[in-house]
């Protein structure tokens, strides 16, 4: 295609007086890659531009289109914005396998970029999710000329996507797609309907996991080859950094994420690895920002999120943040007044802002409570047991999960809005997990940082899924999600190890992967903890066979009887950071 040069006028919303800005924008921009392969690119720059500037890009797999307003803005403050397509999608040639090519691609499109005669050789990132990971990719190759990267939300392969702590979900079939072929696919993708009446299907129906793809309709994905690696392993590191590639990292980076962010453990993982095998110069140049958004919001906040309302505090401009830490990286500027320190966290209930050099530093003390029950046990929110500041001698708890139940699904019909507040799970655990509540606080504590949570218990069968789930219920009955974890029993030693369960054997299950949460609890609230096994249309089901899960079927279902110790010689506790 020709390229095509136009300009764009652009009025600004800030103040009705400002003169408005123009946009020049280059359509059909061609980035030629290492193997032939051309990148489609729309580059935007400042009307008038008369000399070299900074260019930034972002690669996705969304079309270039989606991104428009950040490309405006950024041009208009000065920058040439590139939104540039990854193979195989929108206008790019080639093939898009998902996560496979973006590091070579994006080391080759920032060098390209470089050189053009509108740009002064330095090159940063912009994105989230796929466009966060995208970032790290590519810094992975270390490109002489990429200057800065700030990855928001960032997915990482073998951690948070195509599963979760190596459980699949067929939000896979959903999003795969959503970038299946070069045209967009967008309203399909929320289709909600669709989607929640297919994993309805598959869930009902007792449907091996792995015929996702037919019962939906596309069996033209990838899918197949990510159940082929049901763990993390070499096929997954290739896409990241490896522990020499984050020592070799030379350029300031800002990581974003939010509390309630579905990608927010990627964006940690690349974060902490980060912490761990950078150079004492890089990590002193990373900056990372947790608020208390969802995973849309690391890039346009919103004062609601799943039933909980924030303060204006929480209203971070992300664009205006972005533009002044281009500015002090790329153009000598000041640096952003927001990044007081290394670390920035927002507080839910307090609706503010809180600061630390580092994650550890945060002046937090763990508390341990412990485990107890009375002797009806603990199976419910209205029989539940206790959390207690000293080790318990109570009779364990026990309870039944039968993969053949489907009652679950009686209320998962539609999409939930108050995701964050709603508490019909936690009721309905169709006898199937146990409850634990704490006495009332005596007092509004802070509660910041990792929980971490320690589960001595029993399985008949070698293997079934836990999930742990921590809320606070406030002195009205209300009740807010605060963190979760989630674990298949066959990798209670080792991600990257299956390991069966020898069936009636006590093993102690150390969940220590809770999502970051910060939030003051109010004086009178009480702590619930929630563990069970996860029966959902939304996970991939564990039919507790040992064998391989996404070719379990109802013929291979085992009934897993769990008995959930706590007692002085096999204790179970929740440890909580906390401060007052």
């Not at 405006?72 to 403050?77: K, L």
């Not at 204006?312 to 320190?341: C, I």
């Amino acid at each position: 295609m020709k390229r095509m040069i136009m300009t764009l006028l652009l009025v600004a919303t800030t103040a009705a007086a400002e003169v408005p800005k123009s946009v020049e924008m280059r359509w059909g921009v061609k980035i030629p890659l290492r193997d032939g392969v051309r990148l489609n690119a729309t580059v935007f720059q400042p009307a008038g531009q008369t000399g070299p500037l900074p260019v930034v890009f972002t690669l996705t797999p969304y079309l270039a289109d989606s991104y428009l307003d950040r490309a405006m803005y950024f041009a208009r403050n000065g920058y040439v914005f590139a939104l540039v397509d990854v193979r195989g999608r929108g206008n790019s040639e080639g093939s898009f396998e998902p996560f496979a090519n973006e590091g070579r691609d994006g080391h080759d499109v920032v060098e390209w970029l470089a050189r053009q005669p509108w740009s002064n050789g330095k090159v940063a990132m912009w994105g989230g999710s796929y466009a966060g990971f995208d970032q790290w990719s590519t810094a992975k190759e270390r490109p002489p000329h990429l200057a800065t990267i700030v990855p928001a939300a960032a997915a990482h392969p073998g951690v948070d996507f195509p599963f979760i702590h190596n459980i699949f979900y067929p939000y896979d079939l959903q999003w795969l797609t959503f970038t299946s072929g070069a045209a967009p696919n967008q309203k399909l993708f929320g289709e909600s309907a669709f989607w929640i009446d297919r994993f309805r299907s598959i869930y009902l129906n007792h449907t091996p996991f792995q015929q996702l793809g037919d019962v939906v309709g596309n069996t033209g994905t990838i899918f197949q080859q990510w159940l082929k690696h049901p763990a993390p392993d070499a096929y997954f590191d290739a896409m990241v950094p490896t522990a020499a590639q984050y020592r070799a990292l030379d350029i300031p980076i800002l990581t974003i994420t939010g509390h309630y962010d579905g990608d927010q453990p990627g964006a940690m993982t690349f974060y902490r690895t980060h912490m761990k095998f950078g150079s004492p110069e890089s990590v002193a140049r990373h900056y990372l920002i947790i608020g208390p958004w969802d995973h849309p919001g690391t890039r346009t906040p919103k004062k609601e999120v799943g039933g909980l309302t924030f303060g204006e505090a929480s209203m971070v401009d992300l664009n205006k943040l972005h533009r002044e830490w281009y500015d002090w990286t790329m153009k000598s500027g000041a640096k952003p007044e927001f990044l007081k320190k290394r670390v920035a966290y927002y507080v839910t209930g307090a609706d503010e802002w809180k600061y630390a050099d580092s994650l550890e530093t945060i002046p937090t003390k763990m508390r341990t409570f412990y485990l107890d029950s009375p002797p009806s046990g603990a199976g419910d929110v209205f029989h539940s047991g206790s959390l207690l500041s000293d080790v318990s001698s109570s009779a364990p708890d026990r309870w039944t999960y039968d993969p053949l139940d489907v009652r679950p699904a009686e209320q998962e019909t539609e999409d939930i809005a108050n995701s964050l507040t709603d508490q019909r799970s936690a009721l309905n655990l169709y006898g199937s997990g146990a409850v634990y509540h704490s006495a009332p606080l005596p007092r509004d504590t802070e509660l910041t940082g990792f929980v971490r949570f320690t589960a001595s218990m029993a399985i008949d069968v070698p293997d079934t899924d836990f999930a742990v789930n921590l809320y606070e219920i406030k002195q009205d009955g209300g009740s807010v999600f605060l963190t979760s974890d989630i674990m298949r029993a066959r990798y209670r030693e080792s991600l990257r190890e299956a390991k069966l369960v020898k069936p009636g054997e006590i093993n102690r299950y150390v969940f220590d992967s809770f999502t970051f949460i910060s939030r003051r609890l109010a004086k009178g609230s009480r702590l619930r903890l929630e563990i069970g096994s996860p029966n959902t249309i939304y996970l991939q089901k564990n039919y507790n066979s040992g064998g391989d899960v996404a070719q379990e079927t109802a013929k291979d279902a085992r009934t897993a009887h769990v008995t959930l110790y706590h007692d002085a010689q096999h204790p179970s506790f929740l440890e909580l950071p906390l401060s007052e």
